[in-house]
């Protein structure tokens, strides 16, 4: 069974950090681009970065860059998401998902999606 599980979300206060993971089964991440997603309640869903399966190209975001570093470990099988400097406007559930070829802002591209994990960033 082909599946992405996230994990590492939890609530932190604001200024706070938090790594979360993307583990997959069942199929080798190192061909395929990795998305992170957010989507807050009443919101579309939206990219916030992602990496590409080779040569190490990576795009975030306006509002994560400079805070949110993601990287991978093929070795591992798993993509990491670190975040940074977090602020209430992070809160979100996030979500990791592969696709082939390049990476996209469009969810709809993404071939494999994860179940989430709650961010929330709170005082």
């Known amino acids: 069974q082909l599946q992405l599980v996230e994990s590492g979300g939890g609530l932190v206060h604001p200024g706070g950090s938090l790594r979360l993971s993307c583990a997959a089964s069942?199929?080798?991440?190192?061909?395929?681009?990795i998305g992170w997603f957010r989507q807050a309640p009443g919101k579309e869903r939206e990219r916030v970065s992602c990496?590409?399966?080779?040569?190490?190209?990576?795009y975030y975001a306006d509002s994560v860059k400079g805070r949110f570093t993601i990287s991978r470990d093929n070795a591992k099988n798993t993509v990491y998401l670190q975040m940074n400097s977090l602020k209430p406007e992070d809160t979100a559930v996030y979500y990791c998902?592969?696709?082939?070829?390049?990476?996209?802002?469009?969810?709809?591209?993404?071939?494999?999606w994860g179940q989430g994990t709650q961010v929330t960033v709170s005082s």
């Open positions: 998902a592969a696709r082939s070829l390049y990476c996209s802002d469009n969810p709809r591209r993404y071939t494999y």
């Open positions: 069942g199929f080798t991440l190192d061909y395929y681009v």
């Open positions: 990496i590409s399966s080779s040569v190490g190209f990576t």
